[in-house]
């Protein structure tokens, strides 16, 4: 009992560490909508009388888990933390594929007809769908493991010009000292 209450003490730390990668993300994406607002503005100045629209920010899902779930909250958290208003100042559309890989790319496709000014994705399938179907639309990445091989660039700083994000990287060597403290018979992992 007091092994298992350890190891689940320790895995939830290691889970933690992955929230400020969430935050990074958030950021990013504040980031991304406040240098675009000279953009909006001059748009809104040109265009025929009537309100500006909400700048539109698609959130691209490929199943619905709690960490995906947190992440919406992170962004909402973080736009507000960053003045914006939904509705007033942000649309946030969330697009969810259900496990279904055929149904990104109609994902991606429907953000993009539907006028969106970002796209955020939180997984290594919905990023590459949005890298082949959004080169016209930046493009803020989070929960990949490695955005290079998944197509976002040649490196961490040699990236496509439209696309950002943070990979998320998970702590294998903790995991591995956990694994083998939690199960010491512990011989092969899958």
Known sequence: PVRDMLCRVRATAIAKRLVPGLMAIVLAAAVLLLLDR???????????????????ID????????????????????????GLVEGRDVELRIRNA?????????LVDAAISDGTD???????????????????????FTFVADAVAAGAGKSAHDHLPNVTGVTTVSPYVELVSLARECLPGLRRIG
């Open 38 to 56: 000279p953009r909006r503005s001059a748009e809104s100045e040109t265009a025929a009388a009537g309100a500006a629209r909400p700048f539109r």
């Open 59 to 82: 959130l691209l899902e490929y199943v619905t888990v709690l960490d995906v779930e947190d992440a919406e909250v992170g962004i909402r958290a973080g736009l507000d933390k960053a």
């Open 98 to 106: 259900q496990g279904d890989m055929p149904t990104l790319s109609t």
């Open 118 to 140: 970002l796209v955020m994705t939180l997984s290594t399938p919905t990023l590459q769908a949005a890298l082949r179907r959004a080169a016209d639309v930046p493009v803020v």
